[in-house]
């Protein structure tokens, strides 16, 4: 199939083998995926980025000189189910996921790992229990943008910013 793949800080469409599902796991025909900035920053400052993830103990992030399948917002269609999955929607139904899967015990980040490529690709692995139906016929760019809200939405909430009708904003 067909992919975005970037290594050396360089971005290029190649060939790249098939995703199969593993167990608990749903095989994806990607819809739309957005451009995330940590994608792009992720380009120039793997090194950087894979250094400070990996003192916290996340050491899966690609270095720049690996190979990686970038794009962790997305939506996509239901193809295959791996096996030990609840096989929850038909083939064909729209949906999302958090861009998260398991091997065992391991969890990796799609798209931020050279084991789980992302969705600058036709197809795409996901966790079944993090997988999302897409809603009443949202268009599947809008269902992409769903992470990145759910992130943006999640920080306004935390930042407790109060409107005061004599200014724009104030923060307490």
Known sequence: MKAVVCSSGKLEVTD??????GPGQVLLDVSRCGICGSD????VHSDQLAGMFATVGYDKLPRHDDTVVFGHEFSGQVVEYGRDTHRRWKTGTPVV???MCRNGRDVQIVGSSTQVPGAYSEQIVVQESM???VPNGLPPAHAALTE???VAWHAVRHAKILIDPTSAATVP
């Open 16 to 21: 790249v083998p098939n995703p199969r599902p």
């Open 131 to 133: 997988t999302f139906a």
């Open 97 to 99: 996921a958090m861009p």
């Open 40 to 43: 792009l920053h992720a380009r």
């Open 148 to 150: 990145p809200m759910a």
